[in-house]
């Protein structure tokens, strides 16, 4: 009997999030105007407190943050800001109708 095929980890900018995202920031998580939150989609469910996540939030900081900015290139120390990143599983997001998008949306923001 063969290996079982484990699908490989893959992501992708998730535009669609992004932009119903940017109403639920602007009326309900003004504090999160001016942070820099992205959206990607993730090939593979992940989990999260060991059940399987639709979508998961991560705060990303210090040396990561840096490297995520182009800081990189310009002389002298840096501290960049933190940034945001909700993963979110791209499978199960196209089965969600767009008032459940939205509610996984503003669920996630809330972290």
């Not at 490989?8 to 003004?30: C, N, R, S, T, V």
């Not at 593979?44 to 399987?52: D, L, Q, T």
């Amino acid at each position: 009997m063969g290996k079982k095929k484990t699908e490989q980890p893959g992501w992708m900018p998730a535009q669609e999030a992004e932009e119903l995202a940017q109403p639920i920031i602007d009326k309900f998580h003004p504090h999160l105007s001016d942070v820099p939150v992205h959206f990607i989609f993730n090939r593979k469910v992940e989990s999260a407190h060991g059940a399987k996540a639709l979508a998961i939030a991560r705060k990303v900081s210090g040396r990561q943050s840096w490297m995520f900015h182009t800081h990189m290139t310009e002389p002298g120390f840096h501290n960049p800001p933190d940034i945001f990143i909700i993963s979110i599983w791209h499978e199960g997001w196209l089965e969600l109708s767009e008032t459940q998008k939205l509610a996984l949306l503003d669920h996630e923001l809330c972290h």
